[in-house]
């Protein structure tokens, strides 16, 4: 069994900054890629950062610039600076992890319960 437990959301002023955490806890042989997605009301799930096994980070083009992915392979934990944060950046973040089980055996994607980001004044 495999959990991501996620911390650092919360309420912050346009402008201001948040870092998110995910910890990876389980019966984990490797993780493969991580990720961070968000939902806001009404809609799409969409990709905001992943990050490989060797450090390779994308992002949507609207965090560019002002989001950073990162993790610490050996804790098993990605993160996700958020700077300069608007509006916009209102959702649910949702990490995620791509984890091995066993010795060549097939890779599952876990994801995180979700923790919710606010930007406002």
Do not use: H
Request: proline residues 4%.
């Amino acid at each position: 069994q495999v959990q991501l437990v996620e911390s650092g959301g919360g309420l912050v002023q346009p402008g201001g900054s948040l870092r998110l955490s995910c910890a990876a806890s389980g019966n984990i042989f490797s993780i493969n890629s991580m990720g961070w997605y968000r939902q806001a009301p009404g809609k799409q799930r969409e990709m905001v950062a992943t990050i490989s096994s060797g450090g390779i980070a994308d992002y949507v083009e609207s965090v560019k610039g002002r989001f950073t992915i990162s993790r610490d392979n050996a804790k098993n934990t990605g993160y996700l600076q958020m700077n300069s944060l608007k509006p916009e950046d209102t959702a649910v973040y949702y990490c995620t992890a791509d984890c091995m089980l066993r010795p060549g055996g097939p890779v599952f994607r876990y994801w995180g319960q979700g923790t919710q980001v606010t930007v406002s004044s």
